[in-house]
Nanobody, 119 residues
Framework: QVQLVESGGGLVQAGGSLRLSCVASGSFFSIGAMGWYRQAPGKQRDLVARITSVGTTNYADSVKGRFTISRDNAKNTVYLQMNSLKPEDTAVYYC?????????????WGQGTQVTVSS
């Protein structure tokens, strides 16, 4: 059973920083692309940042220049460094990963971690 577990969320003042982590565990062959999504109350879940297995990244326009996604393949971990946080960044942040079982890829999601930015 594959699991993605996020950590690092919390309450921070506007202008502050947080670093989210997401570790994949269980039985699998490899991990393809990984990413972070967020969902604010009453809104849809949107892509924040994504990173491929070879390190190619893309970001939502709203976070470009403030957030950085990275990964450590040896640790099966993806990170999201969030700087210059704004109240509008408040949301539940979800990690996702494309996990290769050896025969096919499946998309897995973490349980989410709350990020709250106070003004």
């Amino acid at each position: 059973q594959v699991q993605l577990v996020e950590s690092g969320g919390g309450l921070v003042q506007a202008g502050g920083s947080l670093r989210l982590s997401c570790v994949a565990s269980g039985s699998f062959f490899s991990i393809g692309a990984m990413g972070w999504y967020r969902q604010a109350p009453g809104k849809q879940r949107d892509l924040v940042a994504r990173i491929t297995s070879v390190g190619t990244t893309n970001y939502a326009d709203s976070v470009k220049g403030r957030f950085t996604i990275s990964r450590d393949n040896a640790k099966n971990t993806v990170y999201l460094q969030m700087n210059s946080l704004k109240p509008e960044d408040t949301a539940v942040y979800y990690c996702t990963g494309s996990i290769y079982s050896g025969t096919h890829y499946s998309e897995y999601w973490g349980q989410g971690t709350q990020v709250t930015v106070s003004s």
